[in-house]
């Protein structure tokens, strides 16, 4: 059996490391293996101690020990919406090295979490599960979403947002308006395929109507220095609250918060023992 990593990008804030150990820790539940929390880059920044006494693991590191200690199979499980350069070029890359410097070995990894064009219909699901569960608490009939991702200088990863969205449209119906915005784009007209910063759409709304509340789908995996707490997503939020008095956004849960994520983790584990449905990276 190969050894299986449930890899994300990384963060410096300790709350990430802890969603992942979280979601592998339930995802080896449901798959009967024991799955590895690794993370690309980015999380041995955090001091042990503020994780448990147990330091992240990042993906090279971590991959040189297994070597070293004779593993040569993984199965890597990336949680990444749409065909990253982390998927695309990075993870190729290192495998390249690695086996130059190590010999054979096989990384074999599963696709993104929504793999166009066919996508994935059961994030859907999970985005409407986030969605409902926020209205309910607030007690109010969802009218103006706004969904957002965390803005990609890549074509194809902004392509997920936008199969997404048209899709949601299509559940919540024509009595709701579902916008999508990016959290943060490079300058230059090049990149107007990932459409409108956040902070603008949500000034545009607000002027429209300063006292309908506005819902926030996230488009996001895990807390850390954008969606968590004191992230860069609240202060946005906060931004345009306090410049129009009576305006509010809510966010929604993040998608690795809902159960339906181990769901889509699972069959993907499960489709990779069949040779035919796994991919290779590298």
Partial sequence: MPATLLLD??????????ALRRLARALAGR?????????????DQVPADALGGHGADTL???????????????LLIPLW?????????FIPDLTAQLRREQGPFELRCTPELCPLPDGEPRLIEVLLGNIG?????????????????HGSPIPAVTAVRTWLAARLRERLGPGV???????ERRPGP?????????????????????????LLPLLFLSPGRHAGPDGDLGAICARVESAVPGFRV???????????????LAWRIAAAARPADASTSG
């Fill in 9 to 18: 990008n990384g963060s410096t804030r300790p709350e990430s490391t802890r």
């Fill in 31 to 43: 798959s009967g293996r024991a799955v590895h929390p690794v993370s690309l880059l980015h999380a």
């Fill in 60 to 74: 090279e590191p971590w991959l040189r020990r297994a070597l070293a200690a004779g593993r040569r199979d993984f």
């Fill in 81 to 89: 919406f749409g065909p990253s350069r982390a998927l695309t070029r």
């Fill in 133 to 149: 569960r926020t209205a309910a608490a607030l007690g109010l009939a969802p009218r103006r979403l706004v969904l957002v991702d």
């Fill in 177 to 183: 308006q579902l916008r999508e915005a990016v959290m």
């Fill in 190 to 214: 090049e990149y107007d395929f990932n459409g409108d910063l956040l902070e603008s759409v949500l000034h545009r709304l607000a002027a429209a109507d300063p006292t309908g509340p506005v």
């Fill in 250 to 264: 809510y966010p929604t849960a993040l998608v690795g918060a809902h159960p339906g994520l181990i769901d889509i």
